[in-house]
């Protein structure tokens, strides 16, 4: 990466997106999982392009979205994926490719884990802060009635990997587009970063008010999911903070929702509402950050995990 960026002053291109969504992998897995998989150093891996294409492959299975209920209620696991392994649909293949490469790289893991800590090779205490081995220990020495079965421990491992991946590598290529796009805001920025110290402790991150600001801006103008999808479990009714009028010119103050039905969630239309952020809230201005946010975002009582925007979703179904 260090060789791009200087091979940059002559004038070549970097591919910013690839080293963001390198750094971000590399991030995710050493923080989530306590797993270096190399790819700042030696480049993509099988295992970096099944996360780079996960995504696309799964859209292209979305036609068959109303077999997935169905599919999900032939059998246990093992059943479902010699099934999937029949299906003629080379659309299928390829997602089940995807995911066997997700499996064998996250299963390799969980094994080296599991050894570690069984064999006492590790310090859990000093050296294994990673989230995986914190699960891992725990769900060791719980009763064995409460363990979670080695399906779902894989399961949550390459959950970790792709919710924290793809939408962080998006976002850090913003911040770097709308970086490269502001002079001005680069040289304040750049001013800040050069009187902190070198070595970043978490205390110091929150000395750096105006990069929070600008990643709080960017998170909240450019949502990496900007659509949500959920389906109502039950009949319910949702009111509106803000009536709209009906075709009929009659106010709407609440909106009736059946079972079953799905609703779709603009995140970020939620994080560019006139009514909460003001009437520049389509303006990338990361110093709304530093000043005192208007009553109207405090009062909207959004339910978002992180700064009073929808990005991360709300609720118990929230963005881990």
């Given at each position: 990466?260090?060789?791009?960026?200087?091979?940059?002053?002559?004038?070549?291109?970097?591919?910013?997106?690839?080293?963001?969504?390198?750094?971000?992998?590399?991030?995710?897995?050493?923080?989530?999982?306590?797993?270096?998989?190399?790819?700042?150093?030696?480049?993509?891996?099988?295992?970096?392009?099944?996360?780079?294409?996960?995504?696309?492959?799964?859209?292209?299975?979305?036609?068959?979205?109303?077999?997935?209920?169905?599919?999900?209620?032939?059998?246990?696991?093992?059943?479902?994926?010699?099934?999937?392994?029949?299906?003629?649909?080379?659309?299928?293949?390829?997602?089940?490719?995807?995911?066997?490469?997700?499996?064998?790289?996250?299963?390799?893991?969980?094994?080296?884990?599991?050894?570690?800590?069984?064999?006492?090779?590790?310090?859990?205490?000093?050296e294994a802060h990673d989230i995986m081995s914190v699960l891992l220990k725990a769900n060791m020495e719980a009763d064995e009635k409460d363990r979670l079965p080695e399906d779902q421990l894989l399961g949550q491992m390459n959950t970790l990997i792709f919710a924290g991946h793809e939408t962080t590598s998006g976002a850090l290529a913003r911040i770097l587009q709308l970086l490269a796009m502001d002079l001005e805001m680069q040289d304040r920025l750049r001013t800040e970063l050069l009187e902190a110290p070198m070595q970043l402790t978490y205390d110091?991150?929150?000395?750096?008010?105006?990069?929070?600001?600008?990643?709080?801006?960017?998170?909240?103008?450019?949502?990496?999911?900007?659509?949500?999808?959920?389906?109502?479990?039950?009949?319910?009714?949702?009111?509106?903070?803000?009536?709209?009028?009906?075709?009929?010119?009659?106010?709407?103050?609440?909106?009736?929702?059946?079972?079953?039905?799905?609703?779709?969630?603009?995140?970020k239309e939620a994080n560019r509402a006139k009514e909460t952020w003001g009437q520049d809230a389509d303006v990338f201005r990361p110093e709304r950050w530093l000043e005192k946010l208007p009553d109207s975002v405090s009062e909207a009582k959004t339910s978002g995990v992180y700064s009073s925007m929808m990005t991360f979703s709300a609720g118990p179904r929230a963005c881990m």
């Open positions: 990466m260090i060789e791009d960026i200087r091979r940059s002053s002559a004038g070549k291109e970097i591919d910013v997106l690839r080293w963001c969504s390198a750094t971000a992998l590399e991030l995710i897995g050493q923080a989530g999982l306590g797993h270096t998989f190399g790819v700042l150093e030696g480049g993509d891996s099988k295992y970096s392009h099944s996360i780079k294409n996960f995504l696309p492959a799964m859209t292209k299975v979305i036609p068959l979205r109303g077999l997935f209920p169905f599919f999900y209620n032939l059998g246990p696991a093992s059943l479902r994926r010699k099934l999937a392994d029949l299906a003629p649909l080379s659309a299928v293949q390829h997602l089940r490719e995807i995911i066997n490469v997700q499996d064998e790289q996250a299963r390799m893991i969980l094994d080296q884990k599991k050894d570690k800590l069984r064999s006492g090779k590790v310090d859990v205490e000093d110091d991150l929150h000395n750096l008010p105006y990069l929070d600001a600008i990643c709080r801006e960017t998170l909240r103008l450019y949502p990496p999911a900007p659509l949500l999808e959920r389906v109502a479990l039950a009949d319910c009714t949702i009111p509106l903070r803000y009536p709209m009028k009906g075709k009929n010119g009659e106010e709407i103050r609440e909106i009736r929702v059946r079972k079953g039905t799905d609703v779709y969630i603009s995140l």
